[in-house]
Each structure stands twice: as C-alpha cells, then as structure tokens.
C-alpha cells in the first residue's frame, strides 16, 4: 500500500479496504447507511460512517447520541440478537473492547463520523458486524456500556463484495 499521509486524500482517492451497508431492525425498517474501512500507513484503521433515519431524540433525558461498535458475529438478521458480545480479542474490559467506538452524533435522524483507530486492523474484523445502538454507551457499564436495543446493523466485508 502506498502511504499517503493526508486522511481526507485517502477518503477522495482510494477505495475503502472493507465496508458495510447497514440497515435497520423491524422498529427501524428505514434505518440505512454504510461503513466503510481504509488501512493506513499508520498501521490502524480509518473507519467512516454515515446513516440515515436514526431515530430522532426530542425528550429529555435522551440524546441524539447512538452507541456503535464492532460485534463478534457476524449476523445481521434483524432483531440482531446473534451478533454476539463486543469485539474483544484481548479480553479488556469495556470500554477498551477493540470494537468500542465513539458514539455516532445524529442530528434529525442523520449521522456521520470518521475517526482513526489503532484498536482493530481491517483484515480483523472482516465477517464481523457492526451494530448501531438506541442509546448512547455509558462507558462504564460493562460488558456493554449499557446502550440499549440493537436498532442497525451490517456485516463487514472485503471491498470487492460490497
């Protein structure tokens, strides 16, 4: 792989080394989007995200905020009961899980977010889902960090099979 340094010439350039289209669980039918991962010159991950029809937090206490993380399995039959615990090679506890990630920022039902990770290679997580969460991850509840109904969810394959 040639190095390139810059991230957003990356994004415009290059092909995403694996991806993902998500979709919804029967309460969310509409729920959509893609994720799509780049190896790096760095040696970790840059992951890019964007989903539509997130459901839109209007009362308090409730955020737009929707825990996303890397499941074990990949499974993705709603209601996503089978994709197993977080992606957890190393035993860590939660949330230093490799497949912990930062929360998704929805606003009106919108979501999109790119950030590097060192926590996950790409050819680690092929075949393993990612899974989008009603609520927000605590960070500290474990295993899980506590955020709710599996409401989105996608199985992560090599780029050629999106």
């Known amino acids: 792989m040639q190095c390139k340094p810059n991230f957003l010439d990356m994004l415009q350039c290059c092909p995403p080394d ?3 289209d998500i979709h919804g669980n029967e309460t969310y039918p509409c729920l959509n989007g893609k994720a799509h991962f780049h190896r790096t010159c760095y040696g ?9 029809h997130l459901p839109e937090m209007s009362q308090p206490p409730e955020s737009a905020f929707y ?9 993705c039959v ?7 615990n977080h992606y957890n090679p190393t035993d860590m506890p939660h949330p230093m899980h490799a497949g912990d990630m930062p929360a998704l920022l929805g606003n009106h039902g919108y979501a999109y977010s790119i950030f590097y990770t060192e926590r996950f290679r790409v050819e680690d997580i092929i075949g393993h889902s990612i899974v989008i969460h009603a609520h927000p991850d605590d960070y ?13 969810c996608g199985v ?3 780029y050629h099979m999106c």
């Open 67 to 75: 825990g996303m993380h890397i499941h074990e399995m990949g499974d």
């Open 44 to 52: 970790g991950t840059l992951v890019e995200v964007e989903v539509f």
């Open 78 to 84: 709603p209601p996503f009961d089978q994709t197993g």
């Open 156 to 158: 992560i394959q090599r």
């Open 140 to 152: 500290i509840t474990q295993p899980s960090g506590n955020s709710g109904d599996k409401i989105g």
């Open 18 to 20: 694996a991806c993902t």
